[in-house]
């Protein structure tokens, strides 16, 4: 189980875990779901539940990834399996992002 922090300009938002058998998770942060000022991640993973699971990457977080020969390139460079998207994600989408979400490993 991997775990990674997910950020909004800097502020921790929530957490997306993928599990074993390539299952995910996100789940908003406590104090990010409780105040009524901080908007939803995405349309697609609005703040009325707290905890949502997949059996594939969010389309959210997927399309944070570069695609075909780009993804392949970054995927080289970093030397990580061009279909891990979790690992990938966590590589690229920690700084150079387009908008204002970026994703952390957790330490733990």
Known sequence: MKTAKVLRNGELVGYLTKNEF???TFI????????PEKPALSLTLPKNTKE????????FFFNMLSEGVNLKLQA???QIDEN???AL????????????ITIEPKDD
């Open 84 to 86: 891990d998207f979790f």
């Open 28 to 35: 908003y942060d406590d104090a990010w779901f409780s105040n």
């Open 76 to 78: 080289r460079q970093f």
């Open 52 to 59: 949502y699971h997949a059996d594939h990457l969010f389309p």
């Open 22 to 24: 390539t299952s995910y």
């Open 89 to 100: 994600l966590l590589k690229i989408a920690n700084s150079d992002t387009v908008g204002a």
